[in-house]
Nanobody, 126 residues
């Protein structure tokens, strides 16, 4: 059974940092990219970052480049999202998701991902 479980969210002041974790099971990372998405109240879900299978190529949305870093630990079956210099605009529910096996590389298209975690809330506020 495929599962993805996010953790690490919370309340942080502007300029602060958080590290999100996505623990996955039921599949091998060798065949899938993993992406991070977020959804703010009243807004559509948007792609934030992704790490691909094989060559570990990555994708970052323009709004988070230079502030967020995605990485993975194969031994722990976990993908991380290190978020620094957080801004109020980063507030939302963060989800990790598995990209469909038919695709190579990364993308920010929600429809290309077939399994999702339950999400973790990130709130950036003073």
């Amino acid at each position: 059974q495929v599962q993805l479980v996010e953790s690490g969210g919370g309340l942080v002041q502007p300029g602060g940092s958080l590290r999100l974790s996505c623990a996955y099971s039921g599949f091998t990372f060798d065949y899938y990219a993993i992406g991070w998405f977020r959804q703010a109240p009243g807004k559509a879900r948007e792609g934030v970052s992704c790490i691909s299978r094989g060559d570990d190529s990555t994708y970052y949305a323009d709004s988070v480049k230079g502030r967020f870093t995605i990485s993975r630990d194969n031994a722990k079956n976990t993908v991380y999202l290190q978020m620094n210099s957080l801004e109020p605009e980063d507030t939302g529910v963060y989800y990790c998701a598995r990209r469909r096996r038919m695709y190579y590389g990364c993308s920010a298209y929600v429809s290309e991902y077939d399994s999702w975690g339950q999400g973790t809330q990130v709130t950036v506020s003073s």
